[in-house]
């Protein structure tokens, strides 16, 4: 079982950074791979980006994000994080991390799910 929770989000202007954590429990955490999805009003929830299970693993991000977001891990702190530069207005909504036994931007892979954080990105 691993419970996780997200925070770091808020209300930026377009351009800003922000920086996502997600905390998790157990002590297994270094075995899950990781990925963060995030859901805008009346909208799917979407793959952001993922990173296998190794601190310095393999990552992969959605189009939109490739060359602004960063995810990364630390196994000994139990947290992965999603650095987020040149936010754009579009990049509002709450965004989930996720774990899971495989590295994939399916969200039927990810097993473990928390409760989400805002961010809201003004123009």
Do not use: H
């Amino acid at each position: 079982q691993v419970q996780l929770v997200e925070s770091g989000g808020g209300l930026v202007q377009a351009g800003d950074s922000l920086r996502l954590s997600c905390a998790a429990s157990g002590r297994t955490f270094s075995s899950y791979s990781m990925g963060w999805f995030r859901q805008a009003p009346g909208k799917e929830r979407e793959f952001v980006a993922a990173i296998s299970w190794s601190s310095g693993g393999s990552t992969y991000y959605a189009d939109s994000v490739k060359g602004r977001f960063t995810i990364s891990r630390d196994n000994a702190k139990n947290t992965v994080y999603l650095q987020m530069n040149s936010l754009k207005p579009e990049d509002t909504a709450v965004y989930y991390c996720a774990a899971g036994r495989t590295t994939t931007r399916a969200q039927y892979g990810y097993d473990y799910w928390g409760q989400g954080t805002q961010v809201t990105v003004s123009s």
